[in-house]
């Protein structure tokens, strides 16, 4: 079983994964569909995208991320609700923008605008049989650190902050950048993320991680809600 980390960039995905735990020995790829990269990874895996799974009808946010956004706190900002149903199936922003707001009331950032081709991508591959599971980069770091984050990732002092969380686990970044292919166009956290979710999904294999979002009076995790976020 091999635990797979998968972040998205801005020509595609980006996927980290290992043998659970054995970060030393991780391997990287890049393609441009998710499809074509999950067909080049090991068979038998736990797959960790950071992409929203399951988009409300009528709601303007998800329970999940509710969660994610009390346990990461300071860094709450960078859980970005996603459209509902209806807007995600829109061809642009403006139309998508006004059926949001007349169906939960809310618009939408332009932000989570641009992640909603590799939304219904994701969504695409779900409904075709795929085992995908939702994680958040952000609730990982502050799971392992087992505190706030203090600096946001886009700056030099976050990537650091994170950069030295994950070369702690064992991962080495800069010899796992010669692994991918010159075609990527990607910012070097997006390779940090999914490296913490290669993380969790390490946990969750091990049967050590938790589930953001799951209904405490849920007594198997069959009964689950439909959207969690796993770290």
């Given at each position: 079983m091999y635990a797979v980390g998968?972040?998205?960039?801005?020509?595609?995905?980006?996927?980290?994964?290992?043998?659970?735990?054995?970060?030393?020995?991780?391997f990287c790829l890049y393609s441009k569909s998710l499809d074509e990269l999950i067909s080049r990874l090991p068979e038998t895996n736990l797959i960790i995208v950071d992409i929203p799974i399951g988009l409300e009808e009528k709601k303007h946010i998800r329970e999940c991320d509710k969660k994610a956004r009390e346990f990461i706190g300071p860094r709450r900002h960078s859980i970005f609700a996603p459209p509902c149903k209806k807007a995600s199936l829109q061809n642009d922003y403006a139309s998508a923008?006004?059926?949001?707001?007349?169906?939960?009331?809310?618009?939408?950032s332009k932000q989570t605008w641009m992640i909603n081709e590799k939304l219904k991508e994701t969504q695409k591959l779900i409904e075709k049989g795929y085992l995908l599971n939702e994680g958040h980069p952000e609730c990982?770091?502050?799971?392992?650190?087992?505190?706030?984050?203090?600096?946001?990732?886009?700056?030099?002092?976050?990537?650091?902050?994170?950069?030295?969380?994950?070369?702690?686990?064992?991962?080495?970044?800069?010899?796992?950048?010669?692994?991918?292919?010159?075609?990527?166009?990607?910012?070097?956290?997006?390779?940090?993320?999914?490296?913490?979710?290669?993380?969790?999904?390490?946990?969750?294999?091990?049967?050590?991680?938790?589930?953001?979002?799951?209904?405490?009076?849920?007594?198997?995790?069959?009964?689950?809600?439909?959207?969690?976020?796993?770290?």
């Amino acid at each position: 079983m091999y635990a797979v980390g998968i972040d998205g960039c801005s020509n595609g995905w980006l996927a980290s994964y290992s043998k659970p735990f054995d970060f030393e020995n991780c391997f990287c790829l890049y393609s441009k569909s998710l499809d074509e990269l999950i067909s080049r990874l090991p068979e038998t895996n736990l797959i960790i995208v950071d992409i929203p799974i399951g988009l409300e009808e009528k709601k303007h946010i998800r329970e999940c991320d509710k969660k994610a956004r009390e346990f990461i706190g300071p860094r709450r900002h960078s859980i970005f609700a996603p459209p509902c149903k209806k807007a995600s199936l829109q061809n642009d922003y403006a139309s998508a923008n006004k059926l949001n707001k007349e169906i939960t009331s809310y618009g939408l950032s332009k932000q989570t605008w641009m992640i909603n081709e590799k939304l219904k991508e994701t969504q695409k591959l779900i409904e075709k049989g795929y085992l995908l599971n939702e994680g958040h980069p952000e609730c990982s770091f502050r799971e392992l650190k087992g505190d706030f984050l203090k600096f946001g990732k886009s700056g030099l002092l976050g990537f650091f902050e994170r950069l030295n969380l994950v070369t702690k686990l064992g991962f080495d970044p800069i010899s796992l950048k010669n692994q991918l292919s010159h075609d990527i166009k990607a910012k070097p956290d997006d390779l940090l993320d999914s490296l913490i979710l290669c993380w969790s999904a390490s946990r969750h294999i091990e049967k050590k991680g938790i589930y953001l979002g799951l209904n405490k009076k849920s007594k198997k995790l069959s009964d689950k809600n439909k959207s969690l976020i796993l770290v």
